[in-house]
């Protein structure tokens, strides 16, 4: 019993420490209100890596050495910043993107920065802005408190996960491979679990070629690559069930007003309960479209998160967060999720992660999209928590 008094005070000590870190929901609302005005879609490389270039800058005003990571295949690079100590140690990988869905002029049309009680709303303000500019926060309050963490600390920034982080993945399981841990602050859905593993997706890109032809004097000679496609996606979507989910999401055709049109591009999204699985509704889209009279179908998986099974590791780094949540009031609770992270790909290789770390909130991807503000206090403290725990 003696012996074990000194480590449980001491846990208890520091567990009031983190309860006490002076989080200021307000300020930090203000604080990440640049990063969203900032919009950012995934598409537009310039938009993306100008986010970057504030985030960066604003990392190195706290005294991390930064180094930019440049663009590639028409995506918007990385940004990783090193908080020290200065070491080639495994450390903590804090990942977060700074990408979102939202087009330009959504801050002044659909998507306004707004306070509606509660709620807080702007374009990517929940997937996942404020959740990244928090990892920021905490590491400001642990260096305030003069509480050093034990592990060197880096933070990734990338700017394509909504486009499927084709660029980034490697980069991402490189520098995961280097570290400890790895913690993913996106948003916490409405019940707050933090987040042990994730479910597989996959974007298939589907090419229909037809056969032209005059739309008025000729149209019996022509194959509309346009009503073939509308077929085969009515057949796609008509494969979600309780486990699996396929959306298009992306359609584009036609040259002419007058013409048949030849071709017609689709992007379908898709989740499933495991690799397996999404491999068998692969072949089957592909079958379907090889159906189609007189349509020559090509078809490509464009993007992959592998399933992210947790493991015992990522299971006790959960149970550190559970013992850390206690002490700062959070009963905290875990899930599988079917959304996909970049966590999909460090918790895929075996790197212990954790992911939801970010504030409460609901409606990604919508024109709703929000985080209640009185999460941004315990999640922000949980975050200091982590980084400083961890050895």
Known sequence: ???????????????????????????????????????????????????????????????????????????????LADFGPETHAPGILILSHLDTVHPLGSLAGAVPWRRDGDKAHGPGLFDMKSGAYLALEALRQLSTAGISPKLPVRVMMTGDEESGSVPARPRIEAQARAEKYVLVPEGAQPNGHLVTGRLPSARFRIFLHGRPSHALLQKEEGTSSILAMATLLQRIEAMTDGETALTASIIQAGQAVSSVPLTCMAEVVCVAPD???????????????????????????????????????????????????????????????????????TGAIGVPTLDGLGPVGADAHQLSEHIFVSSIVPRGRLLAGLIAELE
């Open 1 to 79: 019993m003696v012996a074990r008094t000194g480590p449980v005070r001491r846990r208890a000590r520091l567990m009031a420490e983190y309860a006490a870190l002076p989080f200021d929901a307000e300020v930090i609302l203000a604080g990440v209100r640049p990063w969203v005005t900032c919009e950012s879609p995934s598409w537009d490389v310039a938009a993306v890596e100008h986010m970057l270039a504030i985030a960066a800058a604003d990392m190195a005003a706290m005294g991390a050495r930064i180094r930019s990571l440049p663009t590639e295949y028409g995506r918007a690079g990385c940004v």
């Open 275 to 345: 690799d397996d699985k999404l491999d068998a509704i692969e072949k089957r889209i592909r079958a379907m479209a090889t159906e189609l009279p007189g349509i020559r179908p090509e078809i490509d998986r464009k993007t992959h998160r592998p399933t992210w099974w947790p493991g015992l590791k990522d299971r006790q780094l959960a149970d550190l967060a559970t013992k850390l949540g206690r002490g700062i009031g959070l009963d905290l609770e875990f899930d599988m999720l079917a959304g996909g992270s970049d966590g999909n790909f």
